[in-house]
C-alpha cells in the first residue's frame, strides 16, 4: 500500500527542484525607483501618529472623481482581494477608490479557517495525480504565507498541527508527505515538521484519545502553518491603502455602471452611500471587480447574458471552549472515515473547528445548517478523550468560498482553487477564486491587469511583497509588556464613580495583537477618557477599543464592532449579544446618532447573531452531543 503510494515521488521531486528555481528566479530585482517609493512608504505607515482620512474625507475624493478627471482604478469589493488590490495599485502610484457594499471584512474574507496555509491536500493531489497544476499552486501558496505573516506580524504567526496517526503505514506516510511539505516550502519553511511518540502526544495534546476506531495511537507527525485574525488583517488592509492614497468608503453600494457614448466600454459607477442615503457617480479607466461571490452579480450589471464563473461552496466552523485544544497546538485530521478533512485549531482562546464543503446558494448572511455542526462534532469527537457536546458550541458560522468554476468537475473538492483574472466587458476586470493565503499575489495579477487594460502610468512596480500594514512596522512579540507597565484602566462603576483597574497582561496582549503598535493609542483612551471596562466578563475586549475603531478603523455600526474589529460575535454569540448595549451606546456619542438609530442598531445586531447557531440560539432535537 506504501510502495504504491510513493511511486510519483521521484517525478514529484525532479517538478519540485525545477518549480522552485523558476520560482525563485521570478522575483524581479527592485529598481532604485522602487526602493525610493517603498522607504517613502514605509516611512509613513510606520509613524506612530498616523491617522486614516475622514469618511466624509474619502467620500468626495471618490465624488470628485470625473469624466475628465478619473480614477485610474475603482475596486468593487472590501475584502481580502479588493483591499488587497486597494493597497497595490495606490503603493504603484495610481489614483484608486475602492467601494464596499456592507463593511470591509463583511463577507468570506472574516469566515475563514484562519489559517494561511500552502495546502497539503493540494500537494497529495500532486503526488498521485502527477498534477504540475496542483504543485505550481502549493509552491506559490507556500512563498505566500510566508509574506503574509511578515507583512503583519502582530495579526499573523507559525501555528504547530498535529496529524494522529493509527497504524505504522499512517505514520510514514504522513511523515514523509510532510517532509516534502517542508522541502517545498524551501527557504520559506516556517518551522520543520517531526514526528512524536503517542506518549509525547498525548503531553503535547492532553485531550487526543488513546485509541480510534479499534486501533491505538502510534504516534503524531507535527508540522507548521501560519494562523491568523483574518477581518482584523482585511481592516488593516484597508485602513493602509487609505493611508497610502486609496479612498476607501464602506457601506457604499455600486448600483449601475456607467458606459461611455457608445455604450461599450464602462467609465465609472453609479453609488449608493448606504448610511446617508445618498447617491452619486464616480468615474475610473478600469473598474475592478472583486466582489467575491457576489462577482456574478457585478458582471451582470455590466452584462446581463454574462455566463456565471463562480461555484459557490459552504464552509461551516464552530467554536468551542479552550479546554478542547491546549494553547500553541492544533490538530489535523487530513482524512477522516467519510473522507473529508477535519481539524481542531486554539484561537483567540478558544478552539475553531470544522470543517464542511458542500455545494450552497450564495446569501448575504449565510447560516450553517444543523447536520452540518454534527457532522463537524461527530468527526472531532472519534479523536479526543473528552465527551464532546453540543452545548459547548458557543458560536457556529458559515462562510461562503467563491471558487471558479471547472466544468469538468464533479465535485467541489475538486475545483481548483487557483484565482482568476478576466476581462471580460471593456473596462471591467474581475478577480476572483484564490483563498486568503494568496490574496496578495491575486491583487498584484488584477492590478496588472488593470494597467494592461486601462493602460495606465503607475509610477512604480509592485511594492506589497515587502510593505508591512499599519501597526506592523517595529512591531514586537514583547510589545504589550509596554503597554502593561505605562497604562491603566479608568473604570466608571455603575454608580458612576470612576476606578483604576490593572492593564493586566491578558489585555495588553490582547491589545498588541490586535492593533500593533498602535495599541498604546488604545491604552490611552482606555486611561485618560474612562473607557477601561471589558466589554463582556472573561473577554479582553475593552469599550476603548469601540471609540477607537469609530475614530481609526471606519467602524460605523455595531456589527462592524462586534463581529469585525472584535471578534466577538465569533468567539461567543451570548457574550457579544450581552456587550450590544454598551457597543452601541459608545458608538453613538462617536457617530452623534438618535434614539431611532441606536433601535436601528440593536435590531440588526440582534438579526446578524441569530445567524450563528450557538448553543443558545440553535434548535437542535436529535439528542446527539447534548450531554451535561
Given at each position: 500500500?506504501?510502495?504504491?503510494r510513493?511511486?510519483?515521488l521521484a517525478?514529484v521531486l525532479v517538478a519540485s527542484?525545477a518549480s522552485?528555481a523558476?520560482?525563485s528566479l521570478?522575483?524581479p530585482?527592485a529598481?532604485a525607483?522602487d526602493r525610493?517609493?517603498?522607504e517613502?512608504l ?9 491617522t486614516v482620512p ?11 472623481a ?7 482604478v ?5 475584502g ?5 488590490v486597494?493597497?497595490d495599485?495606490a503603493?504603484?502610484?495610481l489614483?484608486?477608490?475602492l467601494?464596499e457594499r456592507e463593511d470591509?471584512?463583511s463577507?468570506?474574507?472574516?469566515r475563514?479557517t484562519k489559517l494561511?496555509h ?5 500537494l497529495?493531489?500532486a503526488?498521485f ?9 502549493v ?10 505573516i511578515e ?10 498541527c498535529m ?5 505504522w503505514i499512517?505514520v510514514?506516510?504522513y511523515?514523509?508527505g510532510l ?11 516556517l518551522?520543520?515538521?517531526r514526528?512524536y511518540?503517542?506518549e509525547?502526544s498525548?503531553e503535547l495534546f492532553?485531550?487526543l484519545?488513546r485509541k ?10 507535527v508540522y507548521?502553518d501560519g494562523q491568523m485574525?483574518?477581518s ?5 488592509l484597508?485602513?493602509?491603502a487609505a493611508?497610502v492614497?486609496a479612498?476607501v468608503?464602506n457601506?457604499a ?5 456607467i ?5 461599450e ?7 449608493q ?19 467575491g461571490p457576489?462577482c456574478?452579480?457585478v ?5 446581463k447574458?454574462?455566463p ?9 466552523h ?5 479546554y478542547y485544544s491546549p494553547?500553541?497546538?492544533?490538530l489535523i485530521v487530513?482524512?477522516?472515515?467519510d473522507?473529508?478533512?477535519v481539524f481542531?485549531?486554539?484561537?483567540l482562546?478558544?478552539?475553531?473547528a470544522?470543517t464542511?464543503d458542500s ?7 449565510p447560516e450553517p445548517h444543523?447536520?452540518e455542526?454534527q ?7 472519534d479523536?479526543?478523550?473528552v465527551?464532546v ?5 458557543l ?9 471558479a468554476i ?8 475538486s ?5 482568476v483574472?478576466c476581462e471580460?466587458h471593456?473596462?471591467?476586470?474581475t478577480?476572483?477564486g484564490?483563498?486568503w493565503?494568496?490574496?496578495?499575489s491575486?491583487?498584484?495579477d488584477a ?9 495606465l502610468?503607475?509610477t ?6 515587502n510593505l ?6 517595529d512591531?514586537?512579540?514583547?510589545s504589550?509588556?509596554?503597554l502593561?507597565?505605562?497604562?491603566v484602566r479608568?473604570k ?5 464613580k ?8 491578558t489585555?495588553?496582549k490582547?491589545?498588541?495583537h490586535?492593533?500593533?503598535t ?13 473607557l477601561g471596562?471589558r466589554?463582556a466578563?472573561g473577554?479582553?475586549?475593552l469599550?476603548a477599543?469601540?471609540?477607537y475603531?469609530?475614530?481609526?478603523e471606519?467602524?460605523?455600526s455595531?456589527v462592524d ?5 472584535s ?6 454569540t451570548?457574550?457579544?449579544g450581552r456587550a450590544?448595549?454598551?457597543?452601541i451606546?459608545?458608538?453613538a456619542?462617536e457617530h452623534k ?6 433601535k436601528l442598531?440593536m435590531q440588526?445586531?440582534?438579526?446578524f ?5 450557538s448553543s443558545?440560539n ?10 451535561q
Amino acid at each position: 500500500m506504501a510502495a504504491s503510494r510513493l511511486k510519483p515521488l521521484a517525478a514529484v521531486l525532479v517538478a519540485s527542484g525545477a518549480s522552485w528555481a523558476a520560482m525563485s528566479l521570478a522575483q524581479p530585482p527592485a529598481t532604485a525607483n522602487d526602493r525610493g517609493s517603498l522607504e517613502a512608504l514605509r516611512w509613513k505607515l510606520a509613524d506612530p501618529a498616523v491617522t486614516v482620512p475622514h469618511r466624509e474625507v474619502q467620500e468626495s475624493a471618490l465624488i470628485g472623481a470625473s469624466p475628465t478627471s478619473p480614477l485610474d482604478v475603482l475596486v468593487i469589493g472590501g475584502g481580502a482581494t479588493g483591499c488587497g488590490v486597494a493597497l497595490d495599485a495606490a503603493s504603484r502610484g495610481l489614483r484608486v477608490g475602492l467601494v464596499e457594499r456592507e463593511d470591509f471584512s463583511s463577507g468570506t474574507s472574516s469566515r475563514s479557517t484562519k489559517l494561511i496555509h500552502g495546502g497539503v491536500r493540494y500537494l497529495e493531489k500532486a503526488f498521485f495525480n502527477l498534477d504540475y497544476g496542483q504543485l505550481k499552486l502549493v509552491f506559490h501558496a507556500l512563498r505566500e504565507r510566508k509574506q503574509v505573516i511578515e507583512n503583519a506580524p502582530h495579526l499573523c504567526h507559525a501555528l504547530p498541527c498535529m496529524t494522529p496517526c493509527f497504524d505504522w503505514i499512517e505514520v510514514f506516510y504522513y511523515w514523509i508527505g510532510l517532509k516534502m511539505y517542508d522541502l517545498v516550502a524551501g527557504r520559506r519553511m516556517l518551522h520543520l515538521s517531526r514526528y512524536y511518540s503517542g506518549e509525547e502526544s498525548v503531553e503535547l495534546f492532553p485531550t487526543l484519545a488513546r485509541k480510534g476506531h479499534d486501533r491505538s495511537l502510534k504516534g503524531t507527525v507535527v508540522y507548521y502553518d501560519g494562523q491568523m485574525n483574518d477581518s482584523r488583517l482585511n481592516v488593516g488592509l484597508a485602513c493602509t491603502a487609505a493611508l497610502v492614497g486609496a479612498a476607501v468608503l464602506n457601506h457604499a453600494e455600486v448600483i449601475s455602471f456607467i458606459k461611455d457614448e457608445f455604450g461599450e466600454r464602462i467609465i465609472g459607477a453609479r453609488i449608493q452611500d448606504k448610511l446617508s442615503g445618498k447617491e452619486f457617480e464616480t468615474y475610473a479607466k478600469v473598474i475592478v471587480n472583486a466582489a467575491g461571490p457576489f462577482c456574478d452579480s457585478v458582471r451582470k450589471m455590466a452584462n446581463k447574458d454574462a455566463p456565471s464563473m463562480i461555484c459557490p461552496s459552504s464552509g461551516v466552523h464552530i467554536v468551542l471552549p479552550d479546554y478542547y485544544s491546549p494553547d500553541g497546538m492544533g490538530l489535523i485530521v487530513p482524512k477522516t472515515k467519510d473522507g473529508r478533512v477535519v481539524f481542531m485549531l486554539p484561537w483567540l482562546g478558544k478552539t475553531v473547528a470544522g470543517t464542511t464543503d458542500s455545494n450552497t446558494s450564495i446569501t448575504m448572511l449565510p447560516e450553517p445548517h444543523e447536520d452540518e455542526i454534527q457532522f463537524i462534532l461527530d468527526a472531532i469527537s472519534d479523536y479526543l478523550n473528552v465527551q464532546v457536546r453540543r452545548v459547548d458550541v458557543l458560536s457556529a458560522w458559515s462562510g461562503i468560498r467563491p471558487l471558479a468554476i471547472d466544468p469538468s468537475a464533479k465535485s467541489t473538492e475538486s475545483i481548483s482553487r487557483d484565482h482568476v483574472v478576466c476581462e471580460d466587458h471593456p473596462g471591467l476586470i474581475t478577480i476572483t477564486g484564490g483563498k486568503w493565503t494568496t490574496y496578495r499575489s491575486m491583487a498584484e495579477d488584477a492590478v496588472d491587469a488593470a494597467v494592461k487594460a486601462g493602460k495606465l502610468n503607475p509610477t512604480s512596480s509592485c511594492l506589497t511583497d515587502n510593505l508591512r500594514i499599519v501597526g506592523g512596522y517595529d512591531w514586537d512579540p514583547a510589545s504589550f509588556t509596554v503597554l502593561a507597565q505605562q497604562y491603566v484602566r479608568m473604570k466608571r462603576t455603575y454608580g458612576g464613580k470612576v476606578i483604576p483597574g490593572l492593564m493586566d497582561s491578558t489585555i495588553s496582549k490582547h491589545l498588541s495583537h490586535a492593533y500593533g503598535t498602535l495599541a498604546a493609542r488604545v491604552a490611552a483612551i482606555a486611561q485618560n477618557e474612562n473607557l477601561g471596562k471589558r466589554l463582556a466578563h472573561g473577554y479582553p475586549f475593552l469599550e476603548a477599543e469601540v471609540a477607537y475603531c469609530a475614530r481609526n478603523e471606519y467602524c460605523e455600526s455595531a456589527v462592524d464592532f462586534i463581529a469585525r474589529r472584535s471578534r466577538l460575535a465569533f468567539l461567543d454569540t451570548d457574550a457579544a449579544g450581552r456587550a450590544l448595549p454598551r457597543v452601541i451606546q459608545i458608538l453613538a456619542a462617536e457617530h452623534k446618532w438618535d434614539k431611532a438609530r441606536q433601535k436601528l442598531e440593536m435590531q440588526k445586531a440582534k438579526e446578524f447573531l441569530e445567524t450563528f447557531k450557538s448553543s443558545k440560539n440553535a434548535q437542535f432535537h436529535d439528542g446527539k452531543h447534548t450531554g451535561q
